[in-house]
């Protein structure tokens, strides 16, 4: 699977960014993850997304502020980032596995995208 993710760019605190990653493929039986890496820091996940059970789960730093979904008509997963804060700065990722689940961890996911930088600043 090929993913393509795109979408970041600068914004100001409390602004909102969408980002997307396309699939090369349809992701009906794939679990998908967003992460991020902001500079000197390990790489950390940010939300997911099981198919099979539609669970969601979210890392404390971001619940009500993100929301993860999906497009299948589309092959495409998108990450809606509102209220954003310098804090959110970072590389955003995209991976996906072919299992259920919605586990972030990054060991776990074996398809990566290529990663769109978030800068959030004043």
């Known amino acids: 699977v090929q993913l393509q993710a795109s979408g970041g760019g600068l914004v100001q605190p409390g602004g909102s960014l969408r980002l997307s990653c396309a699939a090369s493929?349809?992701?009906?039986?794939?679990?998908i993850g967003w992460f991020r890496q902001a500079p000197g820091k390990e790489r950390e996940g940010v939300s997911c997304?099981?198919?099979?059970?539609?669970?969601?789960f979210s890392t404390d730093s971001v619940k009500g502020r993100f929301t993860i979904s999906r497009d299948h008509a589309k092959n495409t997963v998108y990450l809606q980032m509102n209220s954003l804060k310098p804090e959110d700065t970072a590389v955003y990722y995209c991976?996906?596995?072919?299992?259920?689940?919605?586990?972030?961890?990054?060991?776990?996911?074996?398809?990566w995208g290529q990663g769109t930088q978030v800068t959030v600043s004043s």
């Open positions: 997304n099981s198919n099979y059970d539609r669970n969601t």
């Open positions: 493929t349809t992701l009906d039986t794939y679990a």
């Open positions: 991976a996906v596995r072919a299992a259920p689940g919605c586990i972030l961890r990054r060991d776990w996911y074996d398809n």
